[in-house]
Structures are given as C-alpha cells and as structure tokens.
C-alpha cells in the first residue's frame, strides 16, 4: 500500500525544485551573442555550453511533465501499479522517482 500523502509531498518537491531548475536552465542556455568580447575559442565553448543547457532543459522540462501528470492523478486507484506489468511500485521508488510509472524492472 502506498502513503498518498507522502507522494503528494515528494510530488510537490519535486515540482518546486524542477521548476528552479528549469530557471537555473533557461538563463545558461540564453543565445551567445556575437558582440561579447571573448575569443574564438571561448565562444566556440560558449555554443558548446549552451547545447548542453539547453538539452538538461528539455530533460528537467521532460520531468516536470511527468510530475505533473503523477500529480494530477494521485487520485486514481492504480497509481502506485506499474504501467507496464501491473505490480506495484515500492514506495521508496515512489519517493526517489515519483515521476516514473514503471516498477524498477520494467523500466530497464
């Protein structure tokens, strides 16, 4: 049995912590502009950066879907079943990753 209230906690957490990183994400990601008096080289690792920023902000914006939707169905009597083989999820799985619907087997 799972501890709705203790995954409505996480959930919210979660939430609020993606969300600052989605902000932390976005201002690393901002365009490289050409008038920056840096050299080839650095702006070369600037573009560089800021695809790698840009990629962890489509990851983070992923998860907070995700997030979202636990979030939002936490009401549903299946959740806390995986959604690929039926069994259920522990609840420490539950609380590192509330995002994931899938038990640790099925998520491989």
Known sequence: MIDKALLAEKLTEQIELTE???????????PVTPDDAIGRVSRMDAINNKAVQEAALDKAREKLTKLKVMQANL???????????GRPIPMARLVL???SPFCV???R
Request: hydrophobic share 30%.
């Open 20 to 30: 600052k990183k989605i902000l932390g994400f976005e201002e690393m990601s901002a």
């Open 75 to 85: 009401d549903d009597p299946k959740i806390g079943l995986c959604k690929r083989c």
């Open 97 to 99: 990753m509330p995002e």
């Open 105 to 107: 087997r099925c998520s």
